[in-house]
């Protein structure tokens, strides 16, 4: 039996030393940073009512209330910029996408999610696959300092992706006849397709990467503590719920470990 399966209903503080938590939260309040878009994904939030909302949300308070702190939500326009506060130590945890230069800046524990990255293109643009992107005349926006656009950036030899601050910027240049062509998730496309008539989500995609739990590189116990975490919740059914709550009932939860 694993350590998770062990100790799934002890409670995290009885885990943890005091030290621990002091490592992981030195304010003794939890500042966790969300990336909030137009729509939400399994990984972006929204703002609805003036509360923020999404699955990102939905676990960030659950990890707050297991440790018995309050907590509160620091909103950030992109995850190049949460990337950004969560190395300075203006937050303590956060959640992104993983690629190889964003660990060298911070620390990750276990995937929520896994995401795949393609594009949406206009109808204007008449793209209909993957191999129509890379030519010359197409115009391609993404999110920048992302993984995403890197991967993106990496995958294209003929032409070279646009970064914008903001989805919504990315969303106004393809409505404003500005760019052909949105490099994002896939999941985040479901709700951002309303919003741009006669669009569509190409078939495949450029990259596969899982959206984990995350912290600074100057708190390996607090990881270990953020890690054990993020386990119970995928095995106890709170990341499904999530899900579920955001309306991704259909996408699945990350394999143990991932």
Same mark, same amino acid.
């Given at each position: ?34 990336v909030v878009a137009p729509a939400a994904s399994a990984f972006f939030a929204v703002m609805e009512n003036g509360s923020h909302r ?34 300075? &130590?203006?937050?303590? @945890? ?5 690629? !190889? ?35 010359? &005349? ?32 990315? @969303? ?45 590189? !100057?708190?390996?116990? &607090? ?36």
């Amino acid at each position: 039996m694993s350590f998770v399966q062990e100790n799934l209903n002890t409670p995290l503080t009885e885990i943890a030393a005091a030290d621990i938590i002091q490592e992981l939260v030195p304010t003794g309040r939890l500042r966790l940073g969300i990336v909030v878009a137009p729509a939400a994904s399994a990984f972006f939030a929204v703002m609805e009512n003036g509360s923020h909302r999404g699955v990102t949300v939905d676990i960030g308070w659950a990890l707050a209330a297991t440790l018995g702190l309050d907590a509160e939500i620091v909103a950030f326009p992109n995850s190049g910029a949460c990337t950004e506060a969560l190395e300075a &130590g203006a937050i303590d @945890v956060s959640f992104m996408p993983v690629d !190889d230069e964003r660990r060298k800046r911070v620390a990750f524990g276990p995937a929520y999610y896994i995401i795949e990255s393609t594009y949406l293109v206009t109808a204007a643009s008449g793209i209909a696959s993957l191999a129509e992107i890379d030519r010359v &005349g197409m115009r391609v926006v993404g999110i920048a300092n992302t993984t995403t656009i890197r991967s993106a950036a990496r995958s294209l030899t003929v032409i070279r992706p646009e970064p914008v601050e903001t989805v919504a910027e990315g @969303v106004n240049r393809l409505l404003e006849g500005k760019a052909d062509a949105l490099a994002l998730s896939r999941d985040a496309f479901r709700s951002l397709l309303p919003q741009l008539p006669g669009a569509r989500v190409l078939d495949g995609g450029f990259q596969q990467t899982g959206i984990a739990i995350a912290t600074g590189k !100057d708190k390996p116990a &607090g990881l270990a503590l953020l890690s054990e975490f993020m386990e119970r919740a995928k095995a106890s059914g709170l990341v499904r719920s999530a899900l579920d709550a955001a309306g991704f009932a259909d996408e699945p939860v990350a394999p143990p470990h991932a």
